[in-house]
């Protein structure tokens, strides 16, 4: 094997590495957005769905902080102090969908008030482990929230620019067109 192709291999299994090591910090992201978009759209709360992704959270969560682990008694606490850490969100997202408080809140105000839950839990859990990685996911956790809402209250806004643009290409096309027909016309 010569040395250019034995550094091709470290570096190919050096961004495989990264790659398996961002992707439950994507997934999470990728998921929590899911959730939020779902959850307004269907107009509807998905209790079952936050319960499924705390688990996963908290998973996340050990994995950042067990390298840091030194022993097991450090492990055991480290396991403890997420799924307590996660539970208490848990239980406050579910306060939030109880029906007695759904009736104040719409859709929308409850789908952003879980994802910044979600954002506040996750930027703590990485506080608390010393994880750079997990601070930052909830910082762009954080980020989105802005995003959500103004992207949730310029739906119309959105579907008039795409509408003129629509009609804009349409009539582009048909002028690009237009000639053709008219010069096989004069033919």
């Known amino acids: 094997m ?8 470290t570096v190919k299994r050096k961004h495989t590495a990264f790659w398996l090591y961002v ?4 997934l999470v992201l990728f998921l929590t957005i899911f959730g939020v978009a779902y959850q307004t759209y269907s107009r509807q709360p998905i209790r079952q ?24 008694a450090a492990r055991w606490r480290l396991v403890v102090t997420q799924a307590l850490h996660w539970l208490g969100f848990l239980i406050v997202i579910n ?10 809140f719409n ?14 839990g996750t930027f703590t859990a990485g506080v608390h482990l010393l994880s750079w990685q997990v601070c ?9 929230i802005p995003a959500l809402a103004w992207i949730e209250n310029s739906a ?11 009609g804009i290409v349409a009539i582009l096309w048909w002028h690009w067109h237009e000639p053709n027909k008219q010069s096989e016309l004069a033919r």
């Open 95 to 104: 306060m939030m969908l109880l029906p007695t408080v759904q009736r104040n």
């Open 49 to 72: 769905y936050w319960e499924i992704l705390a688990p996963f959270l908290v998973l996340v969560c050990i994995g950042a902080g067990w390298p840091a682990a030194s022993d097991a």
């Open 2 to 9: 010569t040395d250019s192709s034995a550094t091709t291999a």
């Open 136 to 144: 930052l996911l909830g910082l762009i956790m954080a980020l989105g």
């Open 156 to 166: 119309l806004f959105f579907l008039l620019i795409a509408a003129g643009v629509v």
């Open 107 to 120: 859709a929308n105000a409850t789908g952003l008030a879980i994802f910044t839950l979600l954002a506040l």
């Open 23 to 26: 992707l439950p910090f994507s």
